[in-house]
């Protein structure tokens, strides 16, 4: 907040991370009894919650041991308590640009650098191929250019926001930007735009993740469309979800013969980013 006031009349670039809400959760003072009984809140679990049936997921995963619910449910809790101080800090500056008649010319980019499974698929971590831990919050507002709020279902990756930002600064995009401005997707919802993505983990090492998910998860490579998720595994495994008709990822179809032709189409498009 200093900053943006000793900027004056300036633009001015501000990248701020947050360490919350990251493992181990922790929550102010003022925050700490929060979330504590179901009558100040009850948790959202999905239907891939602890999921009972894990015989179509690859071995990593059927092998994995249940959570138990107390686990997930204390995670979920930790998390928001430690969220309550992020949301009263933007909440100060929003205030302190709204003070200063800049916040209609200030683009506010506010995201996670990963998604988190807390309990879904028994997981609770970040390495997954599932959309727990590929899905991260992503909103833009800037008033300017965005007159009126709208969810977009269009993927924007966080590997956009340079490309992004640099056009909006009125500077020439380099070649050697990963990503792309999303720049005519803000300004047009209709804007021509990726119909899909890829992803990948590589298996971490127990120095690199002490916790322990990412030493277990295979290094993997996958797609991912509106329609489809396609996911290829070091060890051969595979996994194909219709997230159209099963958005949670319960049951994996990669071996249906009616999928044959698109599992091909999606294995080959795949092989160039395979390494």
């Known amino acids: 907040m200093d900053f943006i006031v000793e900027s004056g009349d300036e633009p001015f670039f501000i990248w701020l991370g947050y360490y919350a809400s990251h493992y181990p959760y922790g929550a102010a003072e003022r925050h700490e009894k929060l979330f504590t009984t179901d009558d100040d809140w009850k948790p959202h679990w999905p239907p891939n919650f602890l999921e009972a049936d894990r015989s179509d997921k690859p071995e990593w995963l059927r092998t994995w041991d249940e959570l138990p619910a107390d686990w997930a449910f204390d995670n979920d809790q930790g998390i928001l308590r430690s969220l309550m101080a992020v949301d009263e800090g933007v909440g100060q500056i929003i205030e302190l640009l709204e003070k200063r008649q800049i916040r209609d010319n200030t683009i506010i980019i506010f995201l996670s650098d990963n998604g988190l499974a807390v309990g879904e698929h028994h997981l609770i971590g970040k390495d997954c191929p599932y959309d727990e831990c590929l899905h991260v919050p992503f909103v ?136």
């Open 140 to 275: 833009v507002v800037y008033p300017n250019l965005i007159k009126t709020p709208r969810t977009e279902s269009k993927f924007v990756l966080n590997i956009d926001i340079a490309p992004t930002v640099t056009e909006l600064a009125g500077i020439e995009i380099q070649d050697t930007l990963d990503g792309v401005s999303f720049v005519p997707v803000l300004n047009d919802a209709f804007a021509r735009w990726r119909d899909l993505f890829y992803f990948e983990h590589y298996r971490a090492t127990e120095a690199d993740d002490p916790s322990g998910l990412g030493t277990v998860i295979p290094s993997f490579w996958g797609l991912r469309s509106a329609e489809w998720k396609y996911v290829e595994y070091e060890n051969g495994e595979k996994e194909l979800y219709d997230l159209v008709n099963d958005p949670c990822e319960m049951e994996n179809v990669v071996t249906a013969p009616e999928n044959a032709a698109l599992v091909a189409e999606l294995s080959q498009k795949l092989k160039p980013f395979r390494r």
